[in-house]
Structure formats: structure tokens, C-alpha cells
């Protein structure tokens, strides 16, 4: 039997700094498995991770990838001790102008990816196993100019809650990471047609490493949410008191 951990999205930003965290951290793990569209910038990271390593280059967004972690789960007779789902993307703008495939894209990734490969590896995690999901502090509202992407990630959100409730019995347990801005490549992706990331959350931004901190923390100690700064905390709170109404309608002024 192998023990492995899986992190997709590995080749930049939060997954990569997960996969690096989890290489220092998870003696309990043979060997990490990491997948993402860019293969040569998987193959540097392999370098750098004491662990033995397993390059997946694949598009998320076709079942093709999916199928290919699923047979080589089931040929490898592997145990997953850690599932992390990093791999999403979101475009900034308004909807209707946004481009038909890629505002469809973030679907199929943020949504349907991710709830492919958790499935596909759900039979071979047991006891203390962690499930780790990138949402985003997107989740706690929606997000006018930035529509698809904050219901995608409110997706994850419930999702995760869900199966977090669900998997208790089998001890595997689930969190949901959700950050506010974090410096990685993700803003070249978002601001691609333009449209600029509001300077108040330029101004709440954060780091990779701050974020996988302290969502290993919070996966280690079982909580089914990972907020990792104070002021997305505020946030969070916030959007729990103040009509989602008024929230929405001041998003909608800043951006139009
Ligand atoms: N940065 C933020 O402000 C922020 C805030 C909250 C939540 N998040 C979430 O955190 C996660 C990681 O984002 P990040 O900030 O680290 O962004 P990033 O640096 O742009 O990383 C995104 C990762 O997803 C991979 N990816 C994109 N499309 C893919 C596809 N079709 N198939 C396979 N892999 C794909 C990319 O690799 P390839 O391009 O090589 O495929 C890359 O490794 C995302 O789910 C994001 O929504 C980010």
C-alpha cells in the first residue's frame, strides 16, 4: 500500500505552496502526486520536494484528466492520506461580456472538477484522511462583476460543509479555505479583460504561505472553514449580519 497526497494546481501560487508545506510536513505520505496544466513548471517543482513525486500535466477540465488519476489510483493500490483542490481560475467583468467559454470554464473547473476528482478519490481515503477546497471569501456573497466565479466558489463552500458532515462517520474530514486576495497569478488571469481588481482588496491582500498555514492548521484541528486573515473574518461576519441585498448593490456602485 502507497500513501499519497494529491494537489491540483500545483504549478503556481496556493497549490504549490501546499505542495511544498505538505513535502515538509507529511512523513506519513510515500509520495505526492502533482497536477496541473503546465508541465515543465510541475517538473521544477518535483525537483525541489524531498518526497517522490508524480507529475500529472492534464487539463482538469476534461474527465480525461479524472480518468487518468482514477486508473492510476486503482493500479497503484494507493491510500490518500490528503486530496487538495487548488486548480480554479476566475475572470473579473461583467457577465454579458464576458467570453461564453471562459465564463462556462470556471464551471467546469471550480464546480465540476473539483467534484469529479474528489469523488474519484473518495474510495481510496479512509481514517484521518483530509480533504483540503479552495473557495474563497467570494463565497460569503454574491459578487457582482465577478458573478460566475463567487457562485462557483459558494458551490465549494456548501459543498465542502456538506461532505465535511457527511464523512464524519469515516473520520475523513473536509475544509474549505477561504481567503480574501492573495498574491499569486491569479490577478493576471482575472484582470485579463480588464477589469481591476477593487484597490480595497488590493489592500487586504495576502500571501500563499499564510493561507496554507494556517489551512493545515485549521484541516488538523477539523474545522470545515479556513479564513486565514482577521479582516476576511470581519468580512465574514459582516455578511452574516448585513443584508446581502445592500452588500451586493454597494459591489455593484464601486465596480459601475
Ligand atoms: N489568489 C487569490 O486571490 C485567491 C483568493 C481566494 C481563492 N483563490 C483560489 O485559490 C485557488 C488557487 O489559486 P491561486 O491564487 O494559486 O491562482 P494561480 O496562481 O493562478 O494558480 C491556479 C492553478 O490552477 C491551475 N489550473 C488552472 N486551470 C487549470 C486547468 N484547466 N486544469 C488544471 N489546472 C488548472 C493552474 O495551473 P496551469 O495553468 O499550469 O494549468 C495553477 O496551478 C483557486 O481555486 C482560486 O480560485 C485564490
Not at 105 to 123: E, H, K, Q, S
Amino acid at each position: 500500500m502507497k500513501y499519497i497526497a494529491i494537489v491540483t494546481g500545483a504549478s503556481s501560487g496556493i497549490g504549490h505552496e501546499f505542495a511544498m508545506a505538505l513535502d515538509q510536513c507529511m512523513d506519513a505520505v510515500d509520495e505526492i502526486w502533482i497536477v496541473a496544466r503546465r508541465k515543465e513548471r510541475l517538473e521544477e517543482l518535483a525537483g525541489k520536494l524531498r518526497h517522490h513525486s508524480k507529475v500529472i500535466s492534464g487539463d482538469l477540465s476534461s474527465r480525461l484528466t479524472t480518468n487518468r488519476i482514477s486508473a492510476m489510483l486503482s493500479s497503484e493500490k494507493c491510500r490518500v492520506r490528503f486530496l487538495v483542490n487548488a486548480a480554479g481560475y476566475g475572470i473579473l467583468g461583467d457577465f454579458t461580456k464576458g467570453d461564453r467559454k471562459e465564463e462556462t470554464g470556471m464551471c467546469d473547473l471550480n464546480v465540476r472538477a473539483l467534484t469529479d476528482i474528489t469523488y474519484v478519490c473518495l474510495p481510496y481515503m479512509g481514517k484521518n484522511s483530509r480533504i483540503i477546497n479552495l473557495a474563497s471569501s467570494a463565497a460569503f456573497v454574491p459578487q457582482p462583476s465577478f458573478a460566475v466565479y463567487a457562485a462557483t466558489k459558494s458551490y465549494v463552500l456548501s459543498f465542502s460543509r456538506a461532505l465535511n458532515a457527511e464523512l464524519k462517520d469515516r473520520q475523513i474530514y473536509v475544509t474549505a479555505v477561504c481567503p480574501g486576495p492573495v498574491r499569486t497569478e491569479f490577478f493576471d488571469v482575472a484582470e485579463k479583460l480588464g477589469t481591476r481588481t477593487l484597490s480595497m482588496k488590493k489592500w487586504a491582500m495576502t500571501t500563499p504561505d499564510v493561507v496554507v498555514k494556517t489551512a493545515l492548521k485549521d484541516s488538523f484541528g477539523k474545522k470545515e472553514i479556513s479564513i486565514p486573515t482577521s479582516m476576511m473574518r470581519a468580512f465574514y461576519t459582516l455578511t452574516k449580519i448585513v443584508p446581502h441585498r445592500i452588500i451586493i448593490s454597494f459591489t455593484n456602485r464601486l465596480y459601475h
